[in-house]
């Protein structure tokens, strides 16, 4: 499985969230089969975002497109930090 870890500041968590919601049908469409949202405890505008896709290849595209460059632009992101991942091992304790 591939995943992308992402860790961003953004300006409004809430504005940013807007944007992020509004971009789900783009997100599916380029590939993205889950995700989940976290907060830093101490900065609710420093926000990570995981999830899973359908390839690495797959999710570069999508995130370092034009579109997706312009879109973090106007949801206030400031900074991302990509880290594209591949799935080595899962487990429950």
């Known amino acids: 499985m591939s995943w992308v870890l ?3 500041e953004v ?3 809430a504005a940013w ?3 992020f919601d509004d971009a789900a049908g783009i997100r599916k469409a380029a ?4 995700f989940q949202l976290l907060r830093d405890h101490a900065d609710p505008n420093l ?3 995981h999830s899973e ?11 370092e497109s034009p579109e ?7 949801a206030g992101v400031k900074a991302p930090d ?3 991942l591949e799935e080595l091992e899962t487990g429950t304790l």
């Open 6 to 8: 992402i860790v961003h």
């Open 11 to 13: 300006d409004d968590y």
């Open 17 to 19: 969230k807007q944007v």
């Open 31 to 34: 590939g993205e089969r889950r």
């Open 47 to 49: 926000v990570v975002h």
């Open 53 to 63: 896709w359908s390839s690495v290849a797959d999710a570069r595209a999508f995130f």
């Open 68 to 74: 997706l460059v312009q879109i973090r632009l106007d």
């Open 82 to 84: 990509f880290h594209y």
